[in-house]
């Protein structure tokens, strides 16, 4: 029989605390109704210099939102100024592929004369005749390329590899040493 008054008791509390809900919310109400108009508080309102300077940043961050940035890198990224290891080798490797280096020249005892010249990345064979990146080779000479250009003639040596930067060389151990043969 206590089971039966005790669910009675938790349906009036719970409609009790909604009216209490209702009423305070009522009169929280009222109070924000009757906020003056000229409020205690208007020596604390903004300026118009400093309602410009608000303005003008608006502008801003609507101008930045519709602008197109046309650049290769993302100009949001932060370390633009510190070159990781990755930049570093990139910048060396675009370095090396795009100088015409000569690489090596082959003059057989009775034969043809060879001369093997790296440009974009890509290494190529020539023989004289040959119509060169830069004009028509002339001669090949035991480490230098003799070629024809603007009716001048120029040579190109044999050139190495320039080395990498000291950051991003490698030390490597006898197991993992790599051969360029």
């Known amino acids: 029989m206590d089971q039966k008054y005790l669910k009675d008791f938790v349906i009036a509390m719970v409609v009790i605390l909604l009216i209490a809900f209702a009423i305070k919310d009522y009169y929280l109400f009222q109070k924000v109704e009757k906020v003056p108009f000229e409020s205690e508080y208007k020596k604390l309102a903004l300026g118009d210099q400093l ?3 608000i303005q003008d940043i608006e502008n801003s961050i609507s101008d930045r939102k519709s602008f197109v940035f046309k650049v290769d890198k993302d100009p949001l990224e932060q370390n633009l100024i510190v070159r990781t290891k990755k930049d570093l080798e990139e910048e060396w490797r675009e370095k090396v592929e795009s100088m015409v280096r000569l690489q090596s020249t082959i003059i057989p005892a009775n034969g043809t004369e060879m001369a093997a010249v790296s440009y974009e990345g890509k290494t190529k064979i020539y023989k004289i005749g040959d119509d060169f990146i830069y004009g028509k080779v002339v001669d ?6 003799i070629y024809a250009f603007d009716g001048k003639r120029r040579s190109l040596t044999l050139e190495r590899i320039p080395p990498k930067p000291a950051e991003i060389q490698k030390t490597k151990s006898k197991k993992e040493r790599e051969y360029n043969w």
């Open 51 to 53: 309602l410009d300077q």
């Open 140 to 145: 090949i000479l035991e480490g230098e390329l």
